[in-house]
């Protein structure tokens, strides 16, 4: 009987324009995170936006601004638990610490939209989307620019054939042992119908930037490899 009593189409209306664009927005970004095969995809950034939006906005219908703020204040410190696990610490090295932020920004876009903020939360989106795309390459630049020996995680990354990958992965541990530079770890990554990308990280930690390229350039010419490059990794 209270649920027709209080029935309001126009507030359920506004409701409904917080939880589609909290959707739209972390589709945006999951999307992005989705692509780069991240932990913490499409589906969790649009759950994380509009589990956000859905607090912030029942706040804000039951007893105003005012408590819509303190929610918003648990949701910051809420997500947190959320986005702990996703960081992965193996020995001295830690990933993840950039998908656990985007799940951080994700919830901010979600209480924009609680708030009935699009636009804000719009703004948000389009500068999240710029740090983990359009930065992306100044990264690499900064990783790259130095040729001494810096303290780092190094991945060499090679794209082959989807039914050579087992023979593939074998010829580039031995081929890496051979050079003195052993494999801590080697994660293979479908692309596509076809090929995968095979990520190796190097135990070591100090490489010369110059002895890599030369080290690419040799693997480009093994058998079945389509594309080989390197990276440094930033956590």
């Known amino acids: 009987m209270n649920f027709v009593e209080h029935f309001d189409f126009s507030g359920i209306a506004n409701t409904f324009l917080s939880y589609f664009f909290a959707f739209i927005f972390g589709a ?3 999307a992005e995170r989705q692509f780069r095969q991240r932990t913490a995809g499409l589906r969790t950034n649009v759950l994380v936006a509009i589990g956000a939006a859905g ?5 804000d219908s039951i007893a105003g601004s005012t408590e819509a703020v303190r929610v918003i204040s648990y949701v910051v410190s809420g997500i947190g638990f959320l986005g702990a696990g ?3 610490k193996e020995g001295a ?3 993840g610490l950039n998908t656990a932020a985007t799940l951080w920004c994700s919830a901010a876009v979600g209480a924009c939209t609680g708030v009935d903020r699009i636009p804000e939360a719009a703004l948000l989106t389009v500068f999240i989307l710029a740090g983990n795309t359009l930065l992306r390459p100044l990264v ?3 990783n790259r620019a130095d040729t001494d020996s810096v303290e780092a995680e190094y991945v060499i990354l090679a794209t082959v054939p989807r039914q050579y990958s ?3 992965r074998d010829t580039l541990q031995e081929f890496l042992e051979l050079h003195r530079y052993p494999a801590a770890d080697i994660e293979t990554v479908v692309t596509d119908s076809d090929h995968v990308d095979i990520e ?3 135990i070591s930690t ?3 930037a110059a002895e890599l390229d030369k080290l690419v350039e040799q693997l480009k010419r093994l058998e079945h490899i389509r594309y080989a490059t390197w990276r440094a990794n930033t956590q």
């Open 28 to 30: 945006l970004i999951g």
């Open 55 to 59: 607090f912030v906005d029942l706040a």
């Open 86 to 88: 996703v960081i992965m």
């Open 93 to 95: 090295n830690v990933s």
């Open 140 to 142: 690499n630049f900064i």
């Open 166 to 168: 087992g023979k593939v």
């Open 200 to 202: 190796i990280t190097l």
């Open 206 to 208: 100090e490489v010369d």
